[in-house]
C-alpha cells in the first residue's frame, strides 16, 4: 500500500465507524418502535412495508422526467402554472474563461457544447441549468451597455401546456418569438418571447435527464423541427 493510500484509508476509517455506528442507533430506535406497536397489528403491517420499500429509481440518461405530482404556482386559475425557473443562459465576452470558471472552481459539469460553442452546463439531473454562449463582436462594442442575459426559462408541465400558454400569451399581445421547437442538446419542447424591457424569457417542457451513467444523448440523437399549433 502506497503512502498515499495509507492517508486516504487513516481519513477514510473514522467516517466508516461512525457511519457503522449511526445505522446500529437507527437499527435500535426501529427495532423499538416496531415493538411498541405490536398491539396494532395495521400500524405494524405498514411500517414494516415501508421499512421494505424499495429505493427510488434512478433512470439512466436520455430520459424524460416521470410523471410525477406537481408543486406549481398555487393560483390554479391562472392559464400559466410553472413548475421552476429551469436554467439561465449568459452572453460572454471570453467564453473559454467563463466556462473554466463555472467548470473548475464552482463544479459545474458540461453536459454538451453545440455548434456555435454554445456550452450546456449542469449541477444536478436536468441536462443544462446553465447556458454560455459567445457575446457577438457588435455587442462587445457597446462596453458596458452590453446585453448580458442570454435568456431565463422556465418549466411547465407538457408540450400541450406550452402550446395553451403560447395561445395565452399570443393573446395578450405578447412578442412571441416564432413557433414552439423541439431543440439539442436537451431534446426539450420550448419556445421564447420578450418581456416589457426587451429581455428573452423561455418556456420548456420534457427536458432530457442525466442519470446515473452521467452521459449525454448523442449528437446524433438530436431532434430540431417546429411543431405546429
Not at 426501529?30 to 405494524?44: F, G, Q, T
Not at 436536468?126 to 457575446?135: E, G, Y
Request: one cysteine or more.
Amino acid at each position: 500500500m502506497s503512502r498515499l493510500d495509507a492517508v486516504c484509508a487513516k481519513a477514510a476509517a473514522p467516517r466508516q465507524a461512525s457511519a457503522a455506528a449511526r445505522q446500529g442507533r437507527r437499527f435500535m430506535r426501529e427495532r423499538s418502535a416496531i415493538a411498541a406497536l405490536d398491539k396494532l397489528p395495521i400500524l405494524r403491517c405498514t411500517l414494516s412495508a415501508l421499512s421494505n420499500r424499495p429505493e427510488p429509481i434512478v433512470l439512466p440518461s436520455g430520459t424524460r422526467n416521470p410523471p410525477r405530482e406537481q408543486h406549481t404556482m398555487s393560483d390554479t386559475a391562472h392559464p400559466i402554472r410553472i413548475r421552476k425557473i429551469g436554467h439561465v443562459g449568459l452572453y460572454c465576452r471570453d467564453l473559454a474563461k467563463m466556462v473554466d470558471f463555472y467548470t473548475r472552481l464552482l463544479g459545474f459539469k458540461v453536459s454538451d457544447v453545440n455548434e456555435k460553442g454554445m456550452t450546456f452546463l449542469r449541477f444536478g439531473g436536468d441536462h443544462h441549468s446553465f447556458v454560455l454562449a459567445q457575446m457577438s463582436a457588435e455587442e462587445q462594442k457597446k462596453g458596458a451597455g452590453a446585453t448580458l442575459l442570454q435568456q431565463i426559462a422556465m418549466e411547465v408541465a407538457s408540450l400541450d401546456a406550452l402550446k395553451r400558454i403560447r395561445k395565452y400569451l399570443l393573446s395578450q399581445g405578447v412578442n412571441v418569438r416564432g413557433k414552439i421547437k423541439h431543440e439539442g442538446p436537451g431534446n426539450d419542447y420550448t419556445f421564447d418571447f420578450d418581456d416589457p424591457e426587451g429581455n428573452r424569457l423561455q418556456f420548456f417542457s420534457d427536458m432530457d435527464r442525466i442519470g446515473w451513467d452521467g452521459k449525454s444523448r448523442p449528437k446524433a440523437e438530436w431532434k430540431r423541427f417546429e411543431v405546429d399549433d
